[in-house]
């Protein structure tokens, strides 16, 4: 029955699927495209500094976002939820995976790490650093300078506001 519906389409001028005019996937665009190399993604800024946590001259920038103090607790809670696993509650690199494995970080306590700017936790957070992987793409620009932020000021400077130190979060 089967063979006999194909030889009738053949016969009757219908032809095969793969003969029939259509749009073809991946043909090359009528028009030309160019996109400018300073393009970013919607929402990301145009400033280098603020995008890469670089300074113009070399170095690690300053925090280009001026934070209040109700703000820190947002940085905590983002703190707590993306930093806390390896690097501790109080950023001591004794985090709960530690145990399960995971290579312990360097304490942001370390002299070395505790006179970086706000860039150089930026920086880490956005690239990654050493086996830490990139939280680029999970976390929003504003929120990682804000987690940079209150690494430095609560975490190192010890300037948290009580509420802030007192709050719990999950």
Same mark, same amino acid.
């Given at each position: 029955?089967?063979?006999?519906?194909?030889?009738?389409?053949? %016969?009757?001028?219908?032809?095969?699927?793969?003969?029939?005019?259509?749009?073809?996937? =991946?043909?090359?665009?009528?028009? !030309?495209?160019? /996109? !400018? *190399? *300073?393009?970013?993604?919607?929402?990301?800024? %145009?400033?280098?500094?603020?995008?890469?946590? %670089?300074? !113009? *001259?070399? &170095? /690690?920038?300053?925090? !280009?976002?001026? =934070?209040? *103090?109700?703000?820190?607790?947002? &940085?905590?809670?983002?703190?707590?939820? =993306?930093?806390?696993?390896?690097?501790?509650?109080?950023?001591?690199g004794d985090g709960r995976a530690i145990p399960l494995g995971v290579p312990r970080p360097r304490s942001y306590h370390d002299p070395a790490v505790r006179d970086q700017p706000e860039g150089y936790f930026y920086f880490a957070a956005t690239n990654g650093f050493g086996r830490m992987l990139p939280y680029k793409s999970r976390i929003p620009e504003r929120e990682r300078w804000l987690i940079a932020h209150y690494i430095k000021r609560c975490l190192l400077q010890e300037a948290c506001p009580k509420e802030v130190v007192d709050a719990t979060v999950y």
């Open positions: 029955m089967r063979s006999l519906l194909l030889l009738a389409l053949l %016969l009757s001028g219908c032809g095969w699927m793969w003969d029939q005019p259509k749009v073809k996937a =991946f043909r090359e665009s009528p028009l !030309p495209l160019a /996109f !400018p *190399e *300073e393009r970013v993604a919607l929402g990301e800024s %145009l400033d280098q500094a603020v995008r890469l946590g %670089l300074g !113009p *001259e070399g &170095g /690690f920038a300053e925090n !280009p976002y001026a =934070f209040t *103090e109700a703000d820190l607790l947002r &940085g905590k809670v983002l703190y707590q939820s =993306f930093c806390a696993i390896c690097h501790g509650v109080r950023g001591e």
